[in-house]
């Protein structure tokens, strides 16, 4: 490292400790949900193969949820995979699959988040469906920050799922269609979602410069904040996380009153 590098550096820690030091905890985001994006674009930028992109990202992981743990957060969604993502080459999703599931082992085993997955089961290999057992299981009384894995998820696949467990238990009551039609309301979708019993996320953050959801919780995301990031994914650092916060503290939330 250059002394050109090293300077830039410590300009960089000394202003996040000024952001951090203005940051009002008391608006600070109680659910955070991050679309990490970027990883194979800053691979490319790096010289490097895609593959190596998202080991870089889901490097980042543990420590941004360091960063949580420092403030307020008490959840936080990873979107780690989406049911778009299916459609890429085998030599990528291979490599990409093993990579989230160590992710979600290093979670389980690290001792301080409960991980809660999140998305259609039933679309991921069956080793793949016994890790996120295995770490629910073993993290189910933890008191951190509840960790959702976003994993084979879609926020139209998510509302489609909903309805369809609210069919299958209205069946199972005896309830018929005419009586559920007539008692369907917003809380009832709710409890059927995948973050049943969890605050819908105040903040969305956003890598690598793309400003749109691309599906991500949209039931869940009506009244959601949302901080788009220029940076790509492996690159993001604290100071880029702390501005999201900051800037969401800034902003005055009406819930459309």
């Known amino acids: 490292m250059n002394l050109r590098d090293k300077l830039r550096g410590l300009l960089v820690r000394l202003y996040a400790r000024r952001v951090e030091g203005h940051l009002d905890h008391a608006q600070v985001p109680k659910h955070i949900g991050?679309?990490?994006d970027g990883n194979r674009r800053w691979a490319k930028a790096s010289g490097s193969t895609t593959v190596h992109g998202h080991r870089a990202g889901a490097e980042k992981i543990e420590e941004f949820l360091g960063w949580c743990s420092e403030t307020d957060v008490e959840v936080v969604t990873l979107w780690l995979l989406s049911t778009d993502n299916f459609d890429r080459p085998q030599d990528e999703l291979g490599p990409l699959l093993g990579i989230i599931e160590d992710v979600v082992r290093t979670l389980a085993t690290d001792g301080r988040w409960r991980v809660h997955h999140v998305g259609a089961m039933d679309l991921l290999p069956a080793g793949m469906q016994a890790t996120l057992k295995e770490a629910e299981e073993a993290t189910a009384h933890t008191k951190g920050i509840v960790v959702n894995?976003?994993?084979?998820?879609?926020?139209r696949q998510e509302i489609?799922?909903?309805?369809?467990?609210?069919?299958?238990?209205?069946?199972?009551?005896?309830v018929t269609m005419a009586d559920l039609a007539e008692s369907v309301d917003i809380d009832m979708i709710g409890r059927h979602l995948y973050t049943s019993h969890q605050p819908d996320p105040d903040l969305v953050i956003r890598t690598?410069?793309?400003?749109?959801?691309?599906?991500?919780m949209l039931w869940q995301t009506a009244h959601s904040e949302y901080y788009f990031c220029d940076v790509y994914w492996p690159a993001f650092r604290k100071v880029d996380f702390l501005r999201a916060l900051r800037d969401y503290a800034a902003r005055h939330r009406r819930f459309g009153g």
């Not at 894995?149 to 926020?155: D, E, L, N, Q, T």
């Not at 690598?208 to 991500?216: C, K």
Request: no cysteine; hydrophobic share 45%; charged share 20%.
């Open 34 to 36: 991050v679309i990490m």
């Open 149 to 155: 894995v976003a994993i084979g998820y879609g926020g």
């Open 160 to 174: 489609a799922d909903a309805v369809r467990s609210m069919l299958a238990e209205a069946h199972d009551k005896g």
């Open 208 to 216: 690598s410069g793309e400003q749109r959801l691309s599906g991500f």
